[in-house]
Antibody, heavy 122, light 109 residues
Framework: EVQLVESGGGVVQPGGSLRLSCAAS????????MDWVRQAPGKGLEWVGR??????????EYAASAKGRFSISRDDSKNSLYLQINSLNIDDTAVYYC?????????????WGQGTLVTVSS | EIVLTQSPGTLSLSPGERATLSCRAS???????LAWFQQKPGQAPRVLIY???SRATGIPDRFSGSGSGTDFTLTISRLEPEDFAVYYC??????????FGQGTRLEIK
């Protein structure tokens, strides 16, 4: 059974940093691209960024709103995905989801974690 | 970047009725790589449809997707009580950005 479990959320002061984790199981993690998506309270879904697999040089890309402060990484030996967020501001308050990208040819988001809540507040 | 616009914002229907949700793209969606997701309160999104009309694993056949180019539709043939939720469309692909529509809330009338 495919499982994605996020952790690392919590309450952080503006300007602070946080590292979110996503533990994967039930599939060959190293084969898949992985994404982060966030959802502010009562709002819609917003794509944050992606990391490709080793075969594609772990290439990363980010939404315009995430460039510069967000960094996605992965450790295939630990079946884990990470999201580092620096210089947090109020607008970063959201539930952060990791999502698995289906293999070629249809790279849709086929599995999601349950999310971890990040609250930026003084 | 493609912008996805969903309509209506809210749809009020009764169980047993047919629901038709629309997603319009600002430019043609490459390869019709458009997905639909269902999200219930406090839960992660769940994929229903990918490639515009292919049902994801385990999705009941009352859910169907159609369309191509810039206009896409999610149809729920006969609403069950558990279908009342928020629905999002999304254009996906090899690379970002990956836009989502703003969502349609399907509520019980």
């Amino acid at each position: 059974e495919v499982q994605l479990v996020e952790s690392g959320g919590g309450v952080v002061q503006p300007g602070g940093s946080l590292r979110l984790s996503c533990a994967a199981s039930g599939f060959t993690f190293s084969d898949h691209y992985m994404d982060w998506v966030r959802q502010a309270p009562g709002k819609g879904l917003e794509w944050v960024g992606r990391i490709r697999n080793k075969a594609n040089s772990y290439f990363t890309e980010y939404a315009a709103s995430a460039k510069g402060r967000f960094s996605i990484s992965r450790d295939d030996s630990k079946n884990s995905l990470y999201l580092q967020i620096n210089s947090l501001n109020i607008d970063d308050t959201a539930v952060y989801y990791c999502a698995r990208i289906h293999l070629w040819p249809h790279r849709y988001f086929d599995y999601w974690g349950q999310g971890t809540l990040v609250t930026v507040s003084s | 970047e493609i912008v996805l616009t969903q309509s209506p914002g809210t749809l009020s229907l009764s169980p047993g009725e047919r629901a038709t949700l629309s997603c319009r793209a600002s430019q043609s969606v490459p390869s019709n790589d458009l997905a639909w997701f269902q999200q219930k309160p406090g839960q992660a999104p769940r994929v229903l449809i990918y490639h515009a009309s292919s049902r994801a694993t385990g999705i009941p056949d009352r859910f169907s997707g159609s369309g191509s180019g810039t206009d896409f539709t999610l149809t729920i043939s006969r609403l069950e009580p558990e279908d009342f939720a928020v629905y999002y469309c999304q254009q996906y692909g090899l690379s970002g950005p990956i836009p989502f529509g703003q969502g349609t809330r399907l509520e019980i009338k």
